[in-house]
């Protein structure tokens, strides 16, 4: 892919409350990661009405196979950037949905700021923690979108008391395949059901930087030791877990 421009992208994070980077895996890597991913929920299933998505977390619990997507050099140096640190992998988790047994949303409106706001409000000069979802199918009206509501990075984080309304403001992201979305924790979003009968699969993880050791609800560990042989080739997913 062409080079990307990391510090605009951060800027992004800071003033809209997410980035995008598209088309960070190939075709190749998607089919992929699809593979794994079909496997991993293959004993978990099938889609229902009463299970619209099937998740996995910790993700390497159920795939360790997929752990190398995420030490892909181009989405950590860009997480770098967002964060001012270098990164750790706090959270790995993925889910397959089934749009048709899904309702409206394939996931409600939903933030994962999980600490508490100072009462002068939020001060940050850059996330404390963000999200980084690899969306395999992409995102757009066929496969389900992903919506949110852009934000600053010091705005309030106010409860939305009807979960399924369009708000104003709200932005619709339309990317291709094998793209990847930053967003900071705060920041609300959803995902609307797709058009086609098909599956939709996202993968991804959370992430804090190295220096900032704040524990949250979410964290889950990526120390199995499946894990060894891919950290060994991989030293963009050795430094996730292990460190600089």
């Excluded at 220096?211 to 042989?229: F, G, K, M, T």
Aim: glycine letters at 10%; one cysteine or more; proline letters at 7%.
């Amino acid at each position: 892919m062409a080079s990307v421009d990391l510090k605009a992208k951060a800027e992004d994070v800071r003033t809209r409350g997410y980035c995008v980077l598209e088309r960070a895996y190939t075709e190749e890597e998607c089919a992929q990661m699809r593979g794994h991913l079909d496997r991993a929920i293959a004993d978990r299933g099938p889609h229902s009405q009463e299970k619209s998505v099937i998740s996995c977390h910790p993700l390497f619990d159920f795939s360790p196979d997929m752990a190398p997507f995420f030490g892909k050099s181009l989405v950590v140096d860009a997480m770098a950037e967002v964060l001012q640190d270098d990164v750790c992998l706090s959270h790995n988790g993925a889910g397959v949905w089934a749009n048709e047994f899904a309702g409206p949303h394939l996931s409600p409106w939903h933030v994962h700021y999980a600490w508490d706001v100072p009462d002068g409000g939020l001060q940050r000069d850059v996330p404390e923690r963000i999200l980084c979802n690899i969306y395999v199918d992409g995102s757009g009206e066929a496969i389900g979108p992903l919506v949110v509501l852009p934000r600053e990075l010091n705005d309030p984080i106010d409860a939305l008391d009807e979960g399924d309304k369009i708000w104003p403001g709200e932005e619709t992201v339309i990317i291709p395949p094998g793209s990847c979305v930053i967003f900071d924790t705060a920041l609300w979003h959803c995902g609307r059901r797709g058009t086609s009968g098909g599956l939709r699969h996202l993968c991804g993880g959370h992430y804090q930087g190295w220096h900032n050791e704040r524990a949250h609800v979410e964290d889950n560990s990526a120390s199995q030791p499946e894990l060894d042989a891919h950290k060994d080739v991989s030293p963009g997913l050795r430094g996730l877990i292990e460190g600089p």
